[in-house]
């Protein structure tokens, strides 16, 4: 492992503390009586206290340093005084290990009393602290100039997203959309619970991949010798729950769709479905925006929320349009009664790209998604979808070749997909085998499969019902204005990490990595004179180091300037 100039000095002070006696890893409880949120709103001075988290800056002036401690719930400033901690004449702790072997990112438990300084900081005056966690890296140290810019902060989407860890130690900002998150969680089912909704588990790994039109990823299940599937959806598994005797069962299901990736999209997502007997889709749009209000407001305090420049309001009731006045209205073609090949004509003469595989309901959905999606910024519920889009859905029971079908469309998005659920099992295998035919004609996107047993669950009743599906996710990004779902994904999905290539450091790379050894930026001028290389073994020492990822050269206004990664 290469390690650079900085988590090598980490590790020296390591050995040294361990020479000293103290363990950096402690295993025994530190019992932890407050923290920086409740001193903070419980303060009285003098107040004992013993709280624990990162040391994550510190100002030492000799015997005595202002530090701030960062906990789950915070910051707070910390004050060390060499004769407050050292009360004898042993000052090793104060001199030795903490201003010389502690570092910023060290986890350390503080007991003390809390003041108030001359300037109104609210403040823990140590007595005593505890190393409970060496930091063996350091973390990005993000720097403000006299101009208030912001320097190297943790910033980089990728490394963000991969090290997320880090982000959410330095980037405080970040935890928050993650507890809005779990709001967004327990407001839903605190909401289904209380209208006497079932929450239940249903298979990850399944035989049959169903409930939508998607790729699956595969596997192979070794023992059974046979093939499986990460679920795409788990509808069919609920409707199951209902024929057996549910009056309403919902789930949070982990999916996986084997499909593309981007700023609205992760192969791995959270959806919530939810399934109620004896109900309609009429009756669950009703449902549907008295629920996204209660969301909205039990996240935010507030039933809008802004995402982009755009202020949504998730109050009801929102508006409903059905699909075939929305494609009528934006694009002036009616698709009614239109042959396949009127549709792929239609589509192609206004620039939308398909191809001989997309059946009806294919050409319709690229239709809409390319003309309409995107005017529909506010809430609004489109409406009876053309049958061929809709495998799982009951006929309209009033417009021939349509269904009970409705979707949410929040900024051009769908969020929330709901049927009048299809119960008959007869067109329902008649259905499925239209998928196949689709499938046949080359779309990876069709039903490949039949799933017998469920067709049988029909066969012994299932009671009038509608179903509801919400992308969870999706939904988090705009109650918290992130237009990536990967911001709000603890571990979204990445490319492997490249790998730093092993490279061999030599004297002259070591001399030039002592002299940055600081950590703070240094012209380039100064670091080679201060090396006394020649300039042939200059050159080959910073051009290791760079390529090596061990230093950074770069330009600030007028100057090049040299430090360690």
Not at 457 to 463: D, I, K, Q
Request: charged letters at 30%.
């Amino acid at each position: 492992m290469q390690l650079s100039e900085q988590e090598i000095i980490r590790r020296e002070k390591l050995n040294k503390l361990v020479e000293m006696g103290i363990n950096a890893f402690p295993a025994e409880e530190y019992t932890v009586t407050d923290t920086t949120e409740s001193i903070k709103q419980d303060f009285a001075e003098s107040k004992q206290v013993k709280i624990a988290g990162r040391l994550m800056s510190r100002r030492i002036q000799g015997k005595a340093s202002f530090a701030e401690l960062q906990d789950s719930t915070g910051r707070i400033q910390v004050y060390f005084n060499r004769d407050e901690i050292c009360i004898g004449e042993d000052k090793t702790l104060y001199n030795d290990v903490y201003k010389h072997l502690l570092d910023i990112g060290d986890i350390i438990g503080i007991e003390g009393e809390l003041f108030t300084t001359q300037v109104g900081e609210k403040t823990v005056l140590v007595k005593n602290f505890t190393l409970l966690t060496k930091a063996l890296r350091p973390l990005p140290q993000a720097k403000t100039d006299e101009n208030g810019v912001v320097h190297d902060g943790f910033t980089d989407p990728e490394l963000r997203y991969r090290q997320r860890y880090v982000d959410l130690t330095v980037n405080p900002n970040v935890k928050e959309i993650f507890v809005k998150r779990t709001k967004l969680f327990n407001a839903m089912r605190t909401f289904f619970n209380e209208a006497g909704y079932f929450e239940v588990e249903t298979p990850i790994l399944q035989s049959i991949p169903g409930g939508a039109a998607a790729r699956p990823f595969i596997t192979h299940h070794n023992a059974l010798d046979i093939p499986l599937y990460l679920r795409i959806a788990n509808e069919l598994y609920l409707k199951r729950l209902i024929v057996g005797g549910f009056d309403g069962v919902y789930e949070f299901s982990k999916n996986f769709r084997n499909e593309g990736m981007d700023r609205t999209h992760n192969p791995e997502f959270t959806a919530m479905e939810i399934y109620v007997a004896y109900k309609d889709y009429n009756w669950m749009m009703d449902f549907t925006e008295k629920l996204l209000e209660f969301c909205a407001t039990s996240v935010n305090g507030s039933s809008e929320s802004v995402f982009g420049e755009h202020k949504i309001s998730w109050k009801a009731p929102y508006p409903r349009v059905s699909m075939t006045e929305a494609i009528l209205k934006y694009t002036g073609f009616d698709i009614t009664g239109k042959s396949e090949q009127e549709l792929f004509d239609f589509a192609k003469s206004i620039g939308i790209d398909v191809n001989e595989t997309m059946g009806k309901g294919k050409l319709i959905d690229e239709i809409f998604g390319e003309k309409c999606e995107g005017n529909f910024i506010q809430p609004t519920f489109i409406t009876d979808y053309p049958i061929e889009m809709s495998p799982l859905t009951k006929k309209h029971r009033s417009k021939e070749g349509l269904t009970e079908r409705f979707e949410l469309m929040v900024c051009g998005k769908e969020i929330a997909n709901a049927y009048s659920e299809l119960n008959d099992p007869i067109d329902q295998r008649e259905r499925f085998e239209e998928q196949l035919k689709l499938a046949e004609k080359g779309d990876d996107e069709a039903g490949q499969f039949i799933d017998e047993d469920f067709l049988r669950a029909l066969e012994y009743g299932m009671p009038p019902t509608s179903g509801l599906g919400i992308g969870m996710d999706r939904l988090i990004m705009f109650l918290t204005n992130n237009p990536s779902i990967q911001e709000v994904l603890f571990f979204p999905q990445m490319k492997p990490e490249k790998t730093v290539p092993q490279i061999e450091l030599g004297e002259d790379e070591h001399l030039i990595l002592d002299i940055l050894k600081s950590g703070e930026q240094i012209a380039l001028a100064e670091v080679k004179t201060l090396s006394k290389l020649s300039g042939k073994k200059w050159d080959k020492a910073a051009k290791t180091l760079t390529k090596g990822g061990l230093v950074k050269v770069e330009k600030v206004d007028e100057n090049v300037l040299m430090k360690l990664v």
